[in-house]
């Protein structure tokens, strides 16, 4: 949760919308990129957007060019207050009860270095961040207190983010950005329905895992490659997205066809339907932390 109350302007909607549009073809961009790698991938776009935003705050020029064009920031002043509203929303979300969502982020500048009034006034007001400075001289020190607080806003679930060697005499800021969430189903699958059950992992293997299964009515789409689920958390003001290619080998050709136009067709498509959800057991909650 962050720690500072923030008074900023409201973004108008379009704004919004714009930086969303923009955070996900990043996500889309860098997947692409990270989709090639052995084993599963996960990792947090919004958290990366968020911390690189402040980033963009603090720099200038065709740096700052580069940043926009690469993470797809809409020009203009709207970048910094969208984020801070869009950042409102979902805590906003986690605020009912439903599903627990917090997030923080922080910077830890090397003591006695100084940073433009204007820019640690943005980023407080922006992006509620809380400053605190640090001792890198004594690298085992400085570590601890970052890996303590990055452990604390996750729960325990990341633990020496940094490790041994990664800040040293050069280290003069670590910006770090955390999302931790924790959600309830809108329909919640029943314990007594979990069976463990073959799952295929790539083709011609599979493993053994615990399958939950729910027949219900949720939002659901399909075209003649893949199938489409929307699976919603508390109050439905969150959800997740399953995409299931319907051939066995054809996680290839769904990767490669993840793009902003189609995501748009595909979510605009998604319709009430009766369906029978069989997915592998999810973890009970995840931590993300960025720095």
Known sequence: MNLFKRKTKRAD???IQAVVKGNTQFA???YHRLCDMKGNLFFSPYSLSTALAMTHAGARGETQAQMSLALHFPGGEVLHPAFASLEAKLEQAGKKGHVKLSIANTLWPRKGYKLLKEYLSLVKEMYGVRITP??????????RQINTWVEEKTESKIKDLIPEGVLDDLTRLVLVNAIYFKGTWTEPF??????EAPFLTAPGAQV???MMTRKHTFRYGETSDLQILELPYGEKDLSMLVLLPREIDGLGKLEGSLAMENLEVWLGDLKETEVEVSLPRLPSRCGWMNP
């Open 134 to 143: 640090v001792d890198f001289e004594d690298e085992s020190a400085a570590r």
């Open 208 to 210: 053994q895992a615990q």
């Open 13 to 15: 909607p379009a704004s």
């Open 28 to 30: 889309l961009d860098l």
């Open 190 to 195: 029943d314990e007594a329905l979990t069976n």
